[in-house]
């Protein structure tokens, strides 16, 4: 079975750091592009970041560039998210999800379930 | 970057009913454009790809039609498990952008 799990979640103050996984399964996870799309709180799903097989193009929404980071360890069939300098608003829930592309059409498929981030004091 | 809307943000809707969700794009998107169901406190799950196709192990009720600018997604006959909300996304972009939804409730 293909799936995601996320994990790192938490409450953390603003200007602090949180590291996000997702640890991959039942698929060969170095063949394939992999993103975070995240979710406020009764709000709309927002592309983050995304991450090529072998990691050398990275690409990111403008309100997270500079701050966050998009990693993975094909070894451990593993996705990061680092995220510095939060902000209130960066709170979400935030997935991780398999970018898949067929003849330049892309999408996401699985998803994991999410792991909420809450910046506050 | 590209915006992504969607109308209507809600509607209510019996069983049996046909809906249709339309979504627009700020430019042509060629046929670049997805479909996701997402229910309460759940991941979004993928309904239609490449604006037409089928996911593999979705009701044959949910189709998907359109490109360039203007999509559609519609369910032939709503069914209970049907009330969730639905967001359309552009992948023509690098930089990806979802709709804002569409939430589909019991009338």
């Known amino acids: 079975e293909v799936q995601l799990v996320e994990s790192g979640g938490g409450l953390v103050q603003p200007g602090g750091s949180l590291r996000l996984s997702c640890v991959a399964s039942?698929?060969?996870?170095?063949?394939?592009?992999m993103s975070w799309v995240r979710q406020a709180p009764g709000k709309g799903l927002e592309w983050v970041a995304n991450?090529?097989?072998?990691?050398?193009?990275?690409y990111y929404v403008d309100s997270v560039k500079g701050r966050f980071i998009i990693s993975r360890d094909n070894a451990k069939n593993s996705l990061y998210l680092q995220m510095n300098s939060l902000r209130a608003e960066d709170t979400a829930v935030y997935f991780c999800?398999?970018?898949?592309?067929?003849?330049?059409?892309?999408?996401?498929?699985?998803w994991g379930q999410g792991t909420l981030v809450t910046v506050s004091s | 970057d590209i915006q992504m809307t969607q109308s209507p943000s809600s509607l209510s809707a019996s069983v049996g009913d046909r809906v249709t969700i339309t979504c627009r794009a700020s430019?042509?998107?060629?046929?670049?454009l997805n479909w996701y169901q997402q229910k309460p406190g759940k991941a979004p799950k993928l309904l239609i790809y490449?604006?037409?196709s089928l996911q593999s192990g979705v009701p044959s009720r949910f189709s998907g039609s359109g490109s360039g600018t203007d999509f559609t997604l519609t369910i032939s006959s709503l069914q209970p498990e049907d009330f969730a909300t639905y967001y359309c996304?552009?992948?023509?972009?690098?930089?990806?952008?979802f709709g804002p939804g569409t939430k589909v409730d019991i009338k």
């Open positions: 999800a398999r970018d898949i592309i067929a003849v330049a059409v892309s999408w996401f498929d699985p």
């Open positions: 039942g698929f060969t996870f170095s063949s394939y592009w």
């Open positions: 991450i090529k097989q072998d990691g050398s193009e990275k």
């Open positions: 430019q042509s998107i060629s046929s670049y």
């Open positions: 490449a604006a037409s």
């Open positions: 996304q552009q992948s023509y972009s690098t930089l990806v952008t």
